[in-house]
């Protein structure tokens, strides 16, 4: 990183003042400190949280760890969770389904009314996500939708679209900038050899989009799992069925039961961080052996 | 190594696509959730007379879901002994409605569902060869009656049917014959021994009597219920069958092809399924009663929790509650229209929480306008607590100096539970004693004593529901006396009265 490239030195003219190349501490010390910041402040409001979980300043009393994790404990909780889990994932997978031609599509071809189609898939991201679930109950008010409309409005389904709603708009997103960063020579070159399109795609494209899938999958899943406004309204908080875990925060919340909803938030938190770094150690490494 | 490419993303594809189904698979089978219970057989008592249409919807119950269903008969008033001796089984079907209430007063008996309804009418052999046209033609010389014995349903019926004519005395001392039971004179009608019987429809129908149209019988007549015993140890089971017995596109049919009028509204689901919309506020008072209500019903219940203004919203979007449990009756005003009456259930007390030991020392409204106090209240425009505070504080001519004193207004109340709970920016703040509940250890309540100081909640029924009896009794287990000491627990007045026990019969 210190040394400077053979051409970069071959361009520029030597100065008439010999070029002294300084520490490159203090550069590490300031990007250090700012990120450092960022990093600090994250961890100190969990730590915050967690403190306020098991010590009530306003009496200061310690509260029973036993209370802490029986209210975990409770197979509404353990549900929460469970759902919480499978329909994020879901969500994922489907949210790479479609991401994956959409991004590839809109990174790759011109056509007419692409601008409107630009704007169109951002409008799960803008839209506030109370809005966003009153229009899937809309929406499945109207045929064909409304043929559906007992399996999904209020049921387990609803979670998942819900979800996907938002969280496939963000793959999107990502996956488009992943195609954007691949230079497009390698397939033109496919594509000379005597491959077809598909062909194409799938040998050359995707495997080069592994990175850029696995940000837009950890993106998608994180997303969903933090989604609560639409599953409010078009799913429902029906314990043991559609309530997920930012279900239960919120309606900790709303009962004033602080000390409940900050520890399923923490317990969330924990849940995101070990599915999140195990993914990037499964995904990375078969990146890696590729 | 193109082919093994290609290859590649087709593993791709296919372990995505087995993931979506073990995924799946896993939401379905589902750990967590408790086994629904199925019930390998279920007992019935059932009134003899309607043996018929009911023993066959049994077999068809049986048929299509596997549950034995097993009838014991006898008449409605000795399988009434009978359950009260030995309280067991499931369902009691007795052959009218008579018998709801001493089976209510001995306390045998929760759930009741109509199933289908009876008349008495006065048969005559077919075609009417006597010519008998009314009460009056009865007293006629050459016309021989028969009705039944009085300690039988349908001799009461007839007797008041007589005492509503006037001519009791005289009606009685025409009367033939007297029988046990309904078929007996029937049948005398049929071999000519009389001429005239006053029997119900249903069976009149069947035998193809031809029936006298009297205006005295219009109000003659009786209702078959289906009753959920107190004794059963399967609720759920038992009203299933009931609901099964009930519905227009089962039992009803049977019933119907036997001659009743049928009763049943709602439609047949192994596991109907009702929506509740509920304020959030609410929810610590009835979670509770909900899940014991689901698991007694075997229903689904979807439960929307929510600010009451955006439940409101959701309506006006086109969803259709089948009940709605509100904050404040402000937030029934704008969707009477798709609600039968609401009740009100309960009330909470607006109150001034503070901090543990009240350190500013705040004992009353006016202490609100203390210079330097830092007070939360609840958006005027946003909540119904804003609106009622406000309404509060002017009367109180206090509304300007506690504005001044303002440091945060917010959406909801719980909001401010929880902003005061959490930082130490606010004194007091100004919410629903029921938001209090979780705080009630680490905070202090100081009440306002003001009649303003109020929120009454009201629940209703939707207009446009498929299961209107199912919405009933819930609305029903929401307003009990079990769920009164949820409510009260939480902070609220209960306002429904205690049901009155049922007078007892002199």
Not at chain 2, 21 to 42: D, F, G, R
């Amino acid at each position: 990183m210190t040394q400077v490239s053979p051409v970069e030195s071959a361009t520029v003219e030597a100065p008439t003042v010999p070029h002294r190349v300084g520490s490159d501490r203090p550069f590490y010390i300031c990007f250090g400190v700012i990120g450092g910041f960022y990093v600090l402040l994250i961890v100190l409001m969990l730590a915050a949280d967690a403190w306020r979980v098991v010590y009530d300043p306003n009496i200061a009393t310690w509260t029973s760890p036993h209370a802490v994790f029986a209210a975990l404990a409770a197979p509404e909780i353990q549900y929460a969770i469970w759902l919480s889990m499978i329909s994020c994932t879901l969500t994922t997978i489907f949210s790479l389904w479609v991401a994956t031609p959409i991004g590839y599509l809109m990174s790759r071809h011109e056509f007419r009314g692409k601008v409107i189609v630009d704007a169109i898939l951002d409008i799960p991201i803008v839209l506030p996500p109370l809005v966003l679930g009153l229009s899937l109950l809309i929406l499945f008010q109207f045929a064909p939708f409304r043929w559906i409309s007992d399996y999904v409005v209020y049921e387990v389904p609803s979670v998942i679209l819900a979800q996907f709603m938002v969280a496939c708009a963000f793959a999107v997103r990502t996956m488009r900038t992943t195609f954007d960063q691949i230079s497009p020579r390698q397939e033109q070159v496919a594509l000379t050899l005597g491959c077809s399109q598909s062909q194409a795609f799938f040998a050359v494209v995707l495997p080069q989009a592994r990175r850029g899938a696995m940000t837009a999958a950890t993106l998608a899943w994180a997303r969903s799992l933090g989604e609560f406004g639409p599953i409010l309204i078009f799913a429902g908080s029906t314990r043991m069925r559609t309530e997920v875990l930012p279900t239960t925060v919120f309606l900790e919340m709303q009962a004033g039961n602080l000390t409940g909803a900050l520890a399923v938030s923490l317990l969330m938190v924990v849940a995101a961080v070990i599915v999140l770094v195990l993914a990037r150690l499964f995904g990375l490494r078969k990146a890696v052996v590729r | 190594m193109r082919p093994g490419f290609v290859h590649n993303a087709l593993v791709l594809v296919l372990a995505s696509l087995a993931a979506v189904v073990i995924l799946v698979l896993l939401l379905i089978w589902n750990p967590v959730a408790s086994s629904t219970e199925k019930a390998e057989s279920i007992t019935v008592y059932c009134a003899a007379g309607i043996r018929k249409p009911v023993e066959e919807i049994a077999k068809a119950y049986e048929r299509e879901y596997g549950v034995q269903v097993q009838l014991q008969y006898g008449s409605s008033g000795s399988l009434l002994s009978q359950i009260e001796v030995n309280p067991t089984g499931d369902l009691y079907i007795p052959g009218d409605d008579d018998f709801i209430t001493p089976a209510r007063q001995k306390n045998l008996v929760r759930e009741m569902i109509p199933l289908a309804r009876f008349s008495l009418v006065l048969a005559v052999a077919p075609g009417n060869p006597k010519n008998i046209n009314g009460i009056d033609d009865l007293l006629r010389e050459d016309v021989k009656l028969g009705i039944g014995n009085e300690t039988t349903a349908i001799g009461r019926k007839t007797a008041a049917l007589f005492a509503r004519t006037g001519k009791a005395e005289a009606l009685r001392a025409t009367v033939k014959v007297v029988k046990p039971t309904v078929t007996e004179i029937a049948a005398d009608i049929q071999v000519g021994a009389i001429d005239a019987g006053f029997i119900w429809d249903a069976v009149a129908k069947e035998r193809q009597l031809t029936i006298v149209p009297l205006a005295e019988a219009a109000d003659a007549e009786a209702m078959i219920p289906a009753l959920v015993l107190t004794s059963s140890k399967q609720p759920a089971a038992a009203l299933r069958f009931a609901r099964y017995l009930a519905a227009p596109e089962k039992g009803q049919q049977v019933f119907a092809a036997n001659h009743y009028e049928p009763l049943g509204v709602e439609p047949w689901a192994e596991r109907p399924s009702i929506t509740l919309f509920s304020g959030g506020v609410n929810r610590v008072a009835i979670e509770q009663t909900l899940a014991q209500f689901v698991e007694r019903e075997g229903i689904d219940l979807n439960v929307v929790y929510n600010g009451c203004g955006t439940l409101v919203g959701m309506m006006k979007a086109g969803q259709k509650p089948d009940v709605y449990f509100a904050c404040d009756v402000s937030f029934t005003h704008d969707v009477l229209n798709l609600f039968n009456a609401f009740e009100d259930v309960s009330s909470t007390p607006m109150v001034m929480l503070v901090r543990k030991g009240n350190p500013e020392n705040i004992r009353t409204l006016a202490d609100l306008a203390r210079p330097g106090l830092r007070v939360g209240r609840a958006d005027e425009q946003l909540s119904a607590l804003g609106a009622l505070t406000k309404r509060l504080l002017e009367a109180a001519n206090l509304y300007d100096a506690v504005s001044a004193n303002t440091r945060v207004t917010s959406p909801t109340a719980d909001f401010l539970v929880n902003q005061l709970n959490a930082s130490g920016q606010l004194d007091v703040v100004i919410v629903y004693e029921a938001n209090c509940s979780y705080v009630r250890d680490s905070m202090e309540i100081v009440p306002i004593d003001h009649p303003l100081a109020l929120a009454v909640q009201p629940i209703g029924m939707g207009r446009e529901t498929r299961y209107p009896l199912i919405a009933t009794r819930l609305i029903e287990a929401v307003q009990s006396d079990t769920s009164r000491q949820r409510f009260e627990a939480a902070g609220f007045s209960f306002l429904h009265p205690a049901r009155p026990a049922e007078t007892v019969a002199p």
